[in-house]
Each structure stands twice: as C-alpha cells, then as structure tokens.
C-alpha cells in the first residue's frame, strides 16, 4: 500500500502565500516524479509543477516565478510554495508521485487540498 499525505491548504488573500506538502509513504522501492496537479470547478485537471528525481523541474506558465516545487528524498516529500496567489489559482491540488513498487512503476494520487484565494 502506498499512501499521500497532504497539508498545507487554505484561504489566503490575493498575492498572499502558502505552501503545500505531500508526504508519501509505503512499500516502495524508489520515487522517480512527483508533483502537483490542481483542478478547478468546471475545468479538467492541469499540471502544475512536477519535480524528476535528479532535480529537474517543469512548471505551468501560469505559475511560474511565483510557484516553486521542491522535493525532501529523505522524507519522501514534496513541497509546493506558492506566492502572489491569484483569485485564478483558486483549485483543488492533487500530489502525485511516479513510484517503483514490487508490481512495476505505477502512479499514485492524494486526496487532494483546497486552495481559495479571495479577499
């Protein structure tokens, strides 16, 4: 079993800050990518930064230089600081991590966070 833990979610007033974490447990044996996706009502989900185990990342243009994803190989988690929140950026944010477990390499999802930026 392979298991997400998210925090970190919240209300925050525009060009407020918040940061997200996803703590990933379970029988694995290595963690190539993680990341974030979000998901807004009525829209489909999108990436919106993700992390390679040798450090690389990628970013939606709609984040970038505002949002800066990070990941603790100790810890098995990931981190998603996000400032100058926008009213836009208002979603649900799903981590995921890209695992090698004793069945191959497979995919797995939190639960996902609210995230509301609103004054």
Do not use: H
């Amino acid at each position: 079993q392979v298991q997400l833990v998210e925090s970190g979610g919240g209300l925050v007033q525009p060009g407020g800050s918040l940061r997200l974490s996803c703590a990933v447990s379970g029988s694995i044996f290595s963690i190539f990518g993680m990341g974030w996706y979000r998901q807004a009502p009525g829209k489909q989900r999108e990436l919106v930064a993700d992390i390679r185990s040798g450090g690389n990342t990628n970013y939606a243009d709609s984040v970038k230089g505002r949002f800066t994803v990070s990941r603790d190989n100790a810890k098995n988690t990931v981190y998603l600081q996000m400032n100058r929140l926008k009213p836009e950026d208002t979603a649900v944010y799903y981590c995921y991590v890209q695992a090698l477990v004793v069945v191959g390499i497979e995919d797995y999802w939190g639960q996902g966070t609210q995230v509301t930026v609103s004054s």
